[in-house]
């Protein structure tokens, strides 16, 4: 990666949206429930909250990561080890989401084997900081 890659990715304008959103989720993943179907070829992931406006962050995050991802825009994010997989792969596996009235659910799947268990991965992440906030995210940065 050129170092004007770098400053791009780095910038405050890219990593705002993410970072924003992602931090108001943390703070509020004691609303947020998800569920995971494992499939041989990927997953469903439906994650939602009673409160409107959390489930609204939910549905903000999801359509802007994968806005990202079809644009080519990865940002640096340190707390995921899938994350940057994802992005650096974002042609090896198929992704869509259907819109809730209280959340998203998210199908993600993949021909790849090694794809398909990194969506594996992601989806247990996330798992972990729904259900354990900041310290999850702060136990993926230290790996």
Known sequence: MSHMDMQGMMSRGNMMG???LGMKLFERHAEITRATDYMPN???????S????????????VIEMYN??????????????S????????TKYQRSYKLLPTGIQ???TSDDPEMVKV????????DRFAKD????MMRGMMK
């Open 119 to 126: 969506i594996y991965a992601h989806a247990r992440e996330l």
């Open 50 to 61: 009673n409160n409107p406006t959390t489930a609204h962050l939910i549905q903000a995050h």
């Open 106 to 108: 998210v199908t993600e």
């Open 18 to 20: 993410p970072m924003k």
């Open 133 to 136: 906030g900041m310290p999850a």
């Open 42 to 48: 990927g997953i469903i992931d439906t994650t939602v």
């Open 83 to 90: 994350v940057p997989t994802m992005f650096a792969n974002s």
């Open 68 to 81: 990202r991802l079809a644009e080519n825009r990865p940002f640096p994010y340190p707390m995921s080890n």
